[in-house]
C-alpha cells in the first residue's frame, strides 16, 4: 500500500527584484535626509569639544597662576602665524610676565595643533600671548575664535565658537543670541571674522 504523501508547498526564500528595488530607493532617499545632517553634527562636534579643549587650557593657567602665586601664559607656538590652532600653544609660568618664554622659566603644558581644518585665532589684545597674575586676572579683555574651514557659519549652520575672556580671568564661550549661527561677543554684536574677532 502505497503512502498518500501530501507536498507542502513552501514559498522561495529572498527578495523579489521589486522588493529590493523598493528597499534600495527607501534607503537613498533616508540617506539623502540623513547625510547633511551627519554632517553638521561631525563639525558641531569637532567645535565643541575643541572650543572647550582650548577653554580648559585657559582655565588651568588661571588656576596654576592663583595656586602658584605667579603669573602664568599661555602662548601661541608659531611665531609667524596668527593662528594659534596651526601649531599650538604652550603654557609656562611667566616669571618676568612678558608672555615669553624664556630660559629658567618652568614649562606646564604643550598643546598639539588643531587638527584641520580648524582654525584658532585671537583679536589683537591675544595676538600672541594671555597672561594670568596670581590674583587670576587676564593681562586685558579679548576675544577667540575656532572655525571650521574659515567661515563663521554655512547656510545657517554654525561653523565657529567664540571664546571670550574679560579682565576678570573669566572665561566663557560665548552664545548665539539673535541665531544667525555666528557667535556674539560681549555686547551682542557678532564675531566680525574668522581671523580677527
Known amino acids: 500500500m502505497r503512502a498518500n504523501r ?9 527578495l ?11 534607503a537613498a532617499i533616508l540617506l539623502t ?8 553634527l561631525f563639525i558641531n562636534n569637532r567645535l565643541v569639544t575643541n572650543s572647550n579643549n582650548f577653554v580648559a587650557s585657559l582655565n588651568t593657567a588661571r588656576s596654576e597662576a592663583i595656586r602658584r602665586g605667579a603669573s602664568v601664559s599661555l602662548r601661541k607656538n608659531s611665531a ?16 618676568d610676565a612678558d608672555g615669553t618664554l624664556d630660559v629658567g622659566e618652568t614649562t606646564l603644558k604643550i598643546d598639539n595643533a588643531l587638527p584641520s581644518p580648524l582654525t584658532l585665532y585671537a583679536n589683537n589684545n ?3 600671548f594671555i597672561r594670568f597674575t596670581p590674583s587670576g586676572q587676564s593681562n586685558n579683555s579679548g576675544t577667540f575664535v575656532i572655525c571650521y574651514d574659515g567661515v563663521l557659519q ?14 576678570t580671568g573669566r572665561v566663557r564661550v560665548a552664545q548665539d543670541t539673535n541665531g544667525d549661527g555666528i557667535p556674539n561677543k560681549d555686547d551682542t554684536t557678532n564675531v566680525s571674522s574668522c581671523t580677527n574677532p
Open 33 to 40: 535626509i540623513a547625510v547633511p545632517n551627519l554632517q553638521s
Open 80 to 95: 609667524t602665524s596668527g593662528d594659534w590652532g596651526s601649531a599650538g600653544w604652550t603654557m609656562f609660568v611667566d616669571s
Open 154 to 167: 554655512q547656510g545657517g549652520d554654525p561653523r565657529s565658537r567664540a571664546i571670550i575672556v574679560n579682565a
Open 126 to 128: 591675544f595676538v600672541n
Open 6 to 14: 501530501h507536498r507542502i508547498f513552501k514559498p522561495p526564500a529572498g
Open 16 to 26: 523579489t527584484l521589486l522588493e529590493l528595488l523598493v528597499t534600495i530607493a527607501i
